[in-house]
């Protein structure tokens, strides 16, 4: 490699991602070849932006308000020799255009897509509903494409494939390959663009026309938005803009891609310049999708399998390498809710999933109490806020809950007195237990080097703590006829960040366990802002948030610096991203790498969960991303197995994923995780010196 090339990893082609435009082009009534220079304009303009597909309203070359004049000899001559001239112009540009027009064929007209790329008309797709009542009165003109299968059509010296089993791929990028339903089609009961994505299409595109009416712009959200999770894919719908005739409708322009049930981008609506809407969109998440979610396989089987008789057009895409950037959303925090009009309502529908999980198990078991270990910390704090409000909601005195501060060898002044400060504030049943003379007991007896005074912390000195404190609970829970709580989180399952079988790995509920770190965090934030509990508990959980977290087994250096759970393995934001990224969608390291590159390398771009205090916005070169990716993916995959799969209880709160192994997760305690690695590094980009 030459020092002047941008090694692939860089290029968002090398990780399945697909640059998706839609065009909103100038246009003028029945003016073909203004609007044919309309379409080329916006088709160098996106060649500019490295756009690999490009979609134009419903009959963008004619324009769709001309009532009769569609059966106009004239216009239809015009528009036949336009095409000739997009083809021509295409041969230089990289994106593949997909434009509206009407065409002939065999004393028919119909109301077309066609599909041009490098100089060569592919294919076209005709519009199998057309729409007859209220202000549309399509089959005055056209005829339907409902029945066209295996069909060619001759536009001008071009016989090229006609009909609606059509999909196009792109030879030379694995899951680029899209499908196409024209305006009605997607408002029928039975869309055409169902069989072309359970042929195979990743990416369905809708040329419309779609006057606007009041209402309408949500009513195209819904479709498209349905469409793309149902059909799991990604949606792009382009509707015609300003310029259209006004005789009796209006236009808006409304273009706008989603992903898997998720907005990407939206135009600008009413606007009177010509516009792109763009984004990048991941093929390889919606194939990962198709691939665990044997529904849409079962669909394909029953439909026949479309794939068998489905025209595949075929073309070289060949897109230009290089670091081309990632134009899309990336949630830094994925597990986060980060939908303004509806923060509120995840955060309580989260929590409540905890808190219902809970009172359900109480009603099944009938405890006399709950017995929780209170740490100061995030989790044990979590884990009591939850338990407080399902005794709220059951009735029953918090002093029904009996919290335990278990101090030991490491535990600093501030996290024990923020645990009392907790019990005392939420009004519980309130206990200390110095586990320190029974920790030195054991370690009399096993012979460690620490009880001989010599400051030996290794694995066994911080183990010894964590299981006697959750020994202890064990005990008090069957003196005083109740249950242990369990504390630990997500975060830390993934990571086998937990002390095995009497530690707090276990527990008789493990209400945290589909809680990753960084929700937590939020979720107690918003306890306080949304005034869960009084003013004594609020001031308190402030205080939380703010302290370090820390396992606090090892005593604190001479420096006074306490023991760090983040430098050990890694920051929590990054490693809930891997999380994310691995257990919900199955992407490869490099694939979450890229992501990860993207979306913290720069703290001043991006999207941040609302309300996230500016002096928390890290960010993070590509070397620490890939130096903590391969800890996790060692810790994941390589030797914490065997924890998830005797994880005790515990509900799924994020669609993000669980890892119950009789939940969302299930997987062998004995894998090893060097074929992760082996990718991830093969992948990245070397240092040639």
Excluded at 108 to 137: D, F, M, Q, T, W
Excluded at 321 to 338: A, E, H, S, Y
Excluded at 550 to 575: F, M, R
Aim: net charge negative; with cysteine.
């Amino acid at each position: 490699m030459s020092g002047t090339e941008t090694p692939p990893f860089f290029d968002l082609h090398t990780h399945g991602f697909v640059r998706i435009a839609t065009s909103t082009p100038k246009v003028r009534t029945a003016d073909v070849e203004n609007n044919a220079q309309g379409i080329v304009e916006q088709a160098r303009m996106a060649d500019a932006q490295n756009v690999d597909l490009l979609l134009y309203p419903e009959l963008s070359l004619s324009s769709y308000a001309l009532d009769d004049l569609h059966l106009q000899s004239a216009l239809l001559d015009a528009v036949e020799a336009q095409v000739e001239a997009i083809i021509d112009a295409s041969r230089t540009l990289s994106p593949v255009l997909v434009f509206g027009a009407p065409l002939r064929r065999n004393g028919r007209i119909y109301n077309c897509a066609l599909v041009v790329g490098h100089g060569e008309l592919l294919g076209v797709v005709p519009k199998s509903y057309l729409p007859n009542y209220r202000e549309y009165y399509e089959k005055r003109w056209f005829a339907h494409g409902r029945e066209c299968i295996g069909l060619t059509i001759r536009c001008g010296d071009h016989e090229v494939p006609f009909g609606t089993d059509l999909t196009f791929g792109a030879s030379d990028l694995p899951g680029f390959i899209f499908g196409i339903e024209i305006c009605e089609d997607f408002w029928a009961p039975n869309p055409p663009g169902i069989m072309a994505a359970l042929a195979g299409a990743t990416i369905l595109l809708n040329p419309s026309a779609s006057n606007i009416t009041i209402g309408k712009s949500d009513e195209r959200h819904l479709l498209s938005r349905a469409s793309s999770s149902r059909l799991v894919c990604a949606y792009a719908y382009s509707a015609s803009g300003h310029g259209e005739s006004t005789t009796d409708l209006a236009w808006d322009g409304q273009g706008m891609i989603y992903e898997l049930g998720d907005l990407l981008v939206e135009s600008v609506r009413f606007d009177l310049d010509p516009e792109l809407c763009i984004t990048d969109v991941d093929t390889q998440r919606i194939l990962s999708e198709r691939m665990r979610m044997q529904t849409f396989n079962d669909a394909a089987e029953a439909a026949g399998r479309p794939e068998d008789w489905y025209r595949r057009i075929a073309f070289k895409h060949r897109p230009r390498g290089g670091d081309k950037g990632l134009q899309r959303p990336i949630r830094r925090f994925p597990f986060v809710p980060n939908r303004a009009d509806k923060l509120d309502e995840d955060c309580y529908e989260a929590f409540n999933i905890q808190v219902d999980a809970l009172m359900r198990r109480i009603d099944a078991t009938d405890p006399k109490c709950l017995v929780i270990g209170i740490s100061g910390g995030l989790d044990s704090t979590h884990a009591l806020i939850v338990a407080a409000k399902a005794m709220d909601r059951l009735g029953r005195p918090r002093t029904d809950i009996r919290g335990y501060t278990l101090p030991g060898f490491a535990t600093s002044y501030g996290t024990k007195a923020n645990a009392w400060r907790l019990m005392e504030a939420f009004g519980i049943a309130a206990e200390e237990i110095d586990i320190r003379p029974t920790a030195t007991t054991m370690l009399e007896n096993i012979g460690h080097a620490f009880a001989d005074g010599h400051p030996v912390y290794d694995t066994t000195f911080e183990n010894v703590q964590a299981g006697l404190r959750t020994d202890y609970l064990f005990r008090l829970a069957g003196q005083h006829g109740g249950w242990v709580i369990g504390t630990g989180d997500l975060s830390e399952l993934a990571l086998g960040w937990c002390t095995y079988g009497v530690g707090d790995h276990m527990s008789h509920y493990g209400v945290n366990s589909g809680v990753p770190k960084t929700l937590i965090q939020y979720l107690i934030g918003w306890t306080t802002r949304t005034k869960q509990f009084d003013d004594g508990v609020e001031q308190v959980l402030g205080d939380i948030l703010d302290t370090e977290i820390s396992p606090e087994l090892v005593p604190a250096g001479e420096d006074g610096e306490i023991q760090s759970t983040q430098s050990i393995i890694g920051p929590y934001e990054l490693n809930d991203f891997f999380l994310h990224h691995i257990i919900r969608w199955g992407q490869k390291p490099s694939h979450v790498a890229f992501l990860a590159w993207h979306a913290w390398k720069d703290a001043e771009q991006g999207l941040w969960p609302i309300g996230f205090p500016e002096d928390a916005k890290n960010e993070y070169e590509l070397a620490i991303i890939t130096k903590w990716l391969r800890n996790f993916l060692k810790r994941f995959f390589g030797f914490s197995q065997f924890k998830r799969s005797a994880l005790p209880n515990g509900p799924k709160v994020s669609a993000g994923g669980s890892l119950s192994p009789r939940g969302d997760w299930r997987a062998p305690s004995d894998a090893v995780a060097d074929i992760w690695l082996a990718e991830l590094d093969a992948a990245l980009p070397r240092d040639d010196g």
